[in-house]
């Protein structure tokens, strides 16, 4: 049980355009879910945590208006990069909680390389 | 401020050897404590956790820990490393599930 997966596993794109990432919760209902960014042999780096059906709550330093997150089922949660450079290029790793549950379970991670 | 410490970014043992990666929390952590490994490329995995009750936890793969609560610790062994135990490993901690991750420990093991 406590299944989370994310697409794609990797995408490449070029510098200015947009790109979504979706994660799910595939054997549970996730109310929370968390989007992280993790840099080469660093640690995870939590950008905004995401209620299901209200607002996500960004972390200090991340742009809400660059990452674009949605959270609209308790099983979704969307994570899109706006206008997208190369110094986003990161692997992004979503996480998602049940309801009385204090463990995360992550998703696969998802490699975007801009060029 | 919160903090979850992991000493040593980097651990080598040889196959068959006693495995010991350190964890400390700051006091102001609470005392929901995790251990996640990460394969290459890939996201974390659950090893074990420590919410309440007995303080030994036991989690996959032949791994456990132990809460220290006077030593503010979380330490996480293994008897015997196999190779395939070759992995990132961070400790974190927290409530709520919001989490405090340390920086990992890379575990190498050697034949």
């Known amino acids: 049980g406590a299944v989370v997966s994310q697409h794609p596993s990797w995408v490449i794109c070029k510098s200015g355009t947009s790109v979504k990432i979706e994660c799910r919760s595939l054997?549970?209902?996730?109310?929370?879910m968390f989007w992280y960014r993790q840099f080469p042999k660093q640690s995870l780096m939590l950008m905004a945590t995401?209620?299901?059906?209200?607002?996500?709550?960004?972390e200090q330093g991340v742009e809400k208006d660059k990452f674009l997150i949605n959270h609209a089922s308790l099983t979704l949660s969307t994570l899109t990069v706006t206008s997208a450079h190369p110094e986003d290029s990161s692997f992004y790793i979503c996480?998602?909680?049940?309801?009385?549950?204090?463990?995360?379970?992550f998703g696969p991670g998802t490699r975007l390389t801009v060029l | 401020a919160q903090s979850v410490t992991q000493l040593g970014s980097h651990v080598s043992v040889s196959e068959g050897a006693l495995v010991l990666l350190r964890c400390n929390y700051s006091?102001?952590?609470?005392?929901?404590l995790f251990w996640y490994v990460q394969y290459p490329n890939q996201g974390l995995q659950l090893l074990l956790k420590?919410?309440?009750?007995?303080?030994l936890v036991k989690g996959i793969n032949g791994f456990e820990a132990e809460f220290k609560k006077s030593e503010t610790s979380f330490h996480l062994t293994k008897p015997s490393a196999h190779m395939s135990d070759a992995a990132e490993y961070f400790c974190?901690?927290?409530?709520?599930?919001?989490?405090?991750f340390g920086k990992g420990t890379k575990l190498s093991v050697k034949p």
């Open positions: 974190a901690g927290g409530s709520q599930g919001n989490l405090i």
């Open positions: 420590y919410t309440t009750g007995a303080t």
């Open positions: 995401s209620n299901e059906g209200s607002k996500a709550t960004y």
């Open positions: 006091s102001s952590v609470p005392p929901y």
């Open positions: 996480s998602a909680r049940g309801l009385y549950t204090d463990t995360q379970y």
């Open positions: 054997d549970f209902q996730a109310t929370t």
